[in-house]
């Protein structure tokens, strides 16, 4: 059997959450059309390890009619959606993958799709390639390069490059404009409210509303937390992003002094311990908290069951710790990614930009692999702007041109007031 998913009496309905996707997905049907008449993948084995949501199903086909052998499992316990597994299952895709891991049944499901010996990874947050690196290091021989789609596995890849361990090179995706100050910021903005708001259906408006880590990720979910009405603050590590955050118009303090105030907490930081036992110790009663980071390490989960009396599931993804002294903590899908997790992730007009990003990463690498370092690469500008555009004529959008005249002038070192 080429699959394990949870039920695949659930295909028809995945299907029809993919064709949605697929209709909101321009750039990478059109990409598709192209790359099923020129075979770019053609001879490609590739195993994927990144979230089974609608858009991701889109991008297997994509990959397929491109010629690729593809082999998937879901990069996180809680991600995947059990209908788009199936419908995957059903048109013949290899696929490992349902919600509710275990973490072996994780890595079952990555070995598995390993067992075809790919000639190319796809990651999300790294756990295929390390598993690779650490248990099968015999197969980098026949691996030509992998792609890496979020922030803490490029942080990663990357300092494995410079350590000279890397067995590959690698494509970090993430790091593509049309993919970080995108999918991360407004991707990850709408769908991580959206996963507050379906795990709790509270009003936002009024709500103090805390955000670790203004980076990519923080900036969009404090935008659009402000959007609904809410008092947002910011915690910083860096002082750059923290005054990005104040000039944006945001409280900016630090965590022990938030932890009093905060009647919604969003970790985003990609950090482990970000908010801990003295910061649940001092927490309203009621406060809820959250994570859209890529690991569930940024809540420290232990530390609020130690301060905890009792613990019980009141409505899907959110679970209530009474503590000892009677108050209330809400925290929401267990610490893993609240937009995957408790919603389904980014919309998908985001993940076609991104998604096209992988495409080309793999092409690049199938075809020039064995020829680069073994280090970490970010795919061209020129890539990044043909995706660009390519999204904007799909949304009927025109822009302007530099003229011959501009374009000197912007060279002119001798033109002054
Ligand atoms: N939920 C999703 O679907 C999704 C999507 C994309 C990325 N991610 C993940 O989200 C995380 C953040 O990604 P990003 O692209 O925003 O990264 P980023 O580097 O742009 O931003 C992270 C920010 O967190 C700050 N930070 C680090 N440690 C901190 C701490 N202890 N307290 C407060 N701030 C701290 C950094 O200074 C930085 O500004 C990563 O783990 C990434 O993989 C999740």
């Not at 490059?161 to 991360?184: C, H, I, Q, R």
């Not at 708001?197 to 103090?208: E, F, P, Q, Y």
């Amino acid at each position: 059997m080429k699959y394990k998913v949870a039920d695949l009496a659930l295909a028809s309905q995945g299907k029809l959450k993919v064709e949605w996707a697929e209709s909101r997905m321009p750039v990478l049907t059109t990409l598709r059309e192209r790359f099923a008449k020129e075979k770019p993948l053609a001879g490609a084995r590739i195993a994927g390890c990144l979230h089974v949501t609608k858009e991701t199903a889109v991008l297997v086909r994509t990959l397929r009619a491109a010629g690729a052998e593809v082999s998937w499992s879901g990069c996180n316990p809680l991600s995947t959606q059990d209908d788009v597994a199936a419908a995957l299952a059903a048109e013949d895709t290899s696929i490992y993958a349902w919600r509710g891991l275990s973490v072996e049944e994780f890595y079952w499901c990555i070995e598995r799709t390993l067992d075809f010996k790919p000639t190319l990874t796809l990651d999300d947050g790294a756990d295929l390639i390390f598993t690779v690196h650490h248990k099968h290091p015999e197969l980098a021989a026949g691996i030509k390069g992998g792609t890496e789609e979020t922030t803490t596995g490029v942080h990663r890849l990357r300092a494995m490059g410079e350590a000279g361990k890397l067995l590959y090179p690698v494509m970090a995706v993430n790091d593509s404009e049309t993919k970080w100050d995108f999918d991360n910021v407004y991707g990850t903005g709408q769908s991580s409210i959206d996963g507050i708001l379906r795990s709790t259906a509270i009003l936002l408006a009024g709500k103090n509303f805390v955000v670790a880590g203004y980076g990519h990720c923080g900036r969009g979910a404090a935008m659009r937390a402000r959007g609904m009405g809410a008092l947002v603050y910011v915690t910083e590590v860096d002082p750059i992003q923290a005054l990005k955050a104040r000039l944006e118009g945001f409280q900016v303090l630090p965590m022990d002094e938030a932890a009093k105030v905060g009647d919604i907490f969003i970790t985003a930081t990609g950090v482990k311990d970000v908010l801990i036992g003295r910061h649940f110790a001092s927490m309203k009663d009621g406060a809820v908290v959250c994570n859209t980071g890529h690991y569930d390490c940024e809540i420290n989960i232990p530390d609020l069951e130690k301060l905890a009396a009792s613990q019980r599931e009141i409505r899907p993804n959110n679970d209530e710790y009474r503590m000892k002294d009677g108050r209330r903590i809400y925290l929401l899908a267990r610490g893993r990614l609240v937009n995957l997790a408790a919603a389904e992730g980014h919309p998908s007009e985001v993940m076609d930009m991104s998604f096209a990003n992988q495409v080309m990463g793999l092409i690049r690498l199938h075809r020039e692999g064995p020829k680069l370092e073994k280090k970490v690469y970010v795919l061209s500008k020129e890539q990044d702007r043909e995706i660009a555009t390519l999204k904007l004529s799909t949304l009927g959008l025109l822009i302007d041109k530099l003229t011959p005249e501009q374009i000197a002038y912007q060279s002119d070192y001798a033109a002054g007031t």
